[in-house]
Structures are given as C-alpha cells and as structure tokens.
C-alpha cells in the first residue's frame, strides 16, 4: 500500500531564507507527483506536476525534484516570503491505479519577516 | 470561470441527519472526486467519478453515497450523519486523461460538524 510521507510538519524560517520540503513515497511505482499549498481555511492549489519520466519542474521561484527510485521529491522554494507562509502537501498517483491521489500530511511553512 | 464551486461552506448536524454537499465545476471536467481532510491524517479520497454515470469507491467510502447525472454536478450525500464524519470535505476535477494523475482543481471546501 502506497504511503507517503512529509518531513518536517513544520517549520519557521525568516524572509529570504531558501528551502527544502521533503516527500517519500513507499512504492516507487509511481504515474506521477503533484506539490500543492494550502492557505489556511482554503482548499488546494495545484504548484507543480511531475511526471514519472521527469527529473524535476520548476515555477518562478519553485523547483519540485524527483527520484523515483529512492522514492523521493523535494520542493525547492528560493528567497522565501512571508506570503509563501502555508502547508504544503505532496500527493502521488500510482501507475497501476491512476484515479487516485495518495496525499501526505504536509509541512506548515511560516516565513516570517 | 468560476472553477469548482462548493456549497455550503459551513454546515452543523445533528447525529442522524441527512444532508448533501453540493460540487459543480465549469471546466468540462470528466474526472471529479471527494476528499475528507482530519487533522494529522492529510486528505482520503471517499468517491470518484471519471465521467457522467460512472462512480466509485475510494479509500474512506463508508456513510457516503455520489452520483453523477451530469458532467458537472457530483454531490456527496450523507444518509444518516454521524460525529466520525466531522471534517472538512473538498471536492476536486481534472481532465481525465490520467484521471487523478492530471492537474487537479480543488474548491474552497465544506466545513461539517456533527454533534
């Protein structure tokens, strides 16, 4: 059974500082791996996709990794703002199941100025 | 476009209850699916659908029943409520040609408590 898991839960850095979020996921079988943020009392949005096939992607100041052999993703966040302070969660699919997300429990990200 | 919209966004019950959560979205979506979310246990996904008709069973489906008559309408019912059902349930679409493995578009979320 898929798991995955984040590390830290949580984490405080000051404004400027770069970052690194963490996901493993126990079967490296996977579709692909979504990084999303989550503001509190909001639903989901969608950061970054990475195929299976992928080494990494990037968006502005984000830059998701991917080793799918030792089952892990890191989500890169450079020169952190107070307005990147949120939880952050990572979700694979597998590639024998592709209508389901398996979602970690996300790192709370405060940056504080 | 409005995206995913959800209705309500907060709802109090008492045990037994009944009630629907409401789910629509304006992208054409074939692929829509429900999630609970609980403190430290991250997000489950209770049903999906990957088109008009067609429904399943994900890994929390127990106390919820979906259908999904129209491309973009799935509503999430709740037959007699219950205090484990307490959450916050966020509704999500995508297109479906990796189905949960494409960009998936989530609404603001329901916030239920049952007593």
């Known amino acids: 059974k898929q798991e995955v898991t984040q590390i830290p839960a949580a984490l405080s850095v000051p404004e400027g500082e770069n970052l690194v979020l963490n996901c493993s996921f126990t079967?490296?079988?996977?579709?692909?791996l979504q990084w999303f943020r989550q503001d509190p009392g909001k639903g989901l949005t969608s950061l970054l996709l990475?195929?299976?096939?992928?080494r990494e992607q990037t968006s502005g100041r984000l830059n998701a990794s991917l080793d799918k052999s030792s089952g892990r993703s890191t989500l890169y966040i450079a020169a952190s703002q107070p307005g990147d302070s949120a939880t952050y969660l990572c979700?694979?699919?597998?590639?024998?199941?592709?209508?389901?997300?398996?979602f970690g429990t996300g790192t709370r990200l405060q940056v504080f100025p | 476009n409005a995206g995913v919209t959800q209705t309500p966004k907060f709802q109090v019950l008492k045990t037994g209850q009944s009630m629907t959560l409401q789910c629509a979205q304006d992208?054409?979506?074939?692929?829509m699916s429900w999630y609970r979310q609980d403190p430290g246990m991250g997000l489950r996904l209770i049903h999906y659908?990957?088109?008009?008709?067609?429904?399943d069973q994900g890994e929390v489906p127990n106390g919820y029943n979906v259908s999904r008559s129209t491309t973009e309408d799935f509503p999430l019912r709740l037959l007699s409520a219950a205090p484990s059902q307490t959450s916050v349930y966020f509704c999500?679409?995508?297109?479906?040609?990796?189905?949960?493995?494409?960009?998936?578009?989530f609404g603001p979320g329901t916030r239920l408590t049952v007593l």
């Open positions: 979700a694979v699919s597998s590639v024998d199941n592709t209508d389901k997300l398996i």
């Open positions: 079967d490296s079988a996977i579709y692909n």
């Open positions: 999500a679409s995508s297109y479906l040609q990796r189905g949960a493995g494409d960009e998936q578009f």
């Open positions: 992208m054409n979506h074939e692929y």
């Open positions: 990475i195929q299976s096939s992928q």
């Open positions: 659908s990957v088109g008009a008709g067609i429904t």
